[in-house]
Nanobody, 124 residues
Framework: QVQLVESGGGLVQAGGSLRLSCAVSGRPFSSYAMGWFRQAPGKEREVVAAINWNGGNTYYAGSVKGRFTISRHNGKNTGYLQMNSLKPEDTAVYYC?????????????????WGQGTQVTVSS
């Protein structure tokens, strides 16, 4: 059984930083491509960033490019999302997702496994 557990969310002032972590268990972490998504109240879930199995290829949504960095440590079975220069519009529940595959995936339907989500709130 594959499990994803996010951590690192919280309340931060605009301009601040947070680092989200996603611990993955169930099979070798290097089997998975990973993504981070977010969902604000009343809005659809949207992709934030994605990374391929070895971290050699990344994707960012335009709204976070230059501020967020996705990374992974296969030896620790953990993925990360470093979020800098946070804005109130970044407020949402953030989810990590994983799927078996060698590519990079930026759509919701591409992912098989999901975490429970972690709340990020950015105050102005």
């Amino acid at each position: 059984q594959v499990q994803l557990v996010e951590s690192g969310g919280g309340l931060v002032q605009a301009g601040g930083s947070l680092r989200l972590s996603c611990a993955v268990s169930g099979r070798p972490f290097s089997s998975y491509a990973m993504g981070w998504f977010r969902q604000a109240p009343g809005k659809e879930r949207e992709v934030v960033a994605a990374i391929n199995w070895n971290g050699g290829n990344t994707y960012y949504a335009g709204s976070v490019k230059g501020r967020f960095t996705i990374s992974r440590h296969n030896g620790k079975n953990t993925g990360y999302l470093q979020m800098n220069s946070l804005k109130p519009e970044d407020t949402a529940v953030y989810y990590c997702a994983a799927t078996v595959g060698g590519g990079i995936y930026s759509t919701y339907s591409s992912y098989t496994y999901w975490g429970q989500g972690t709340q990020v709130t950015v105050s102005s």
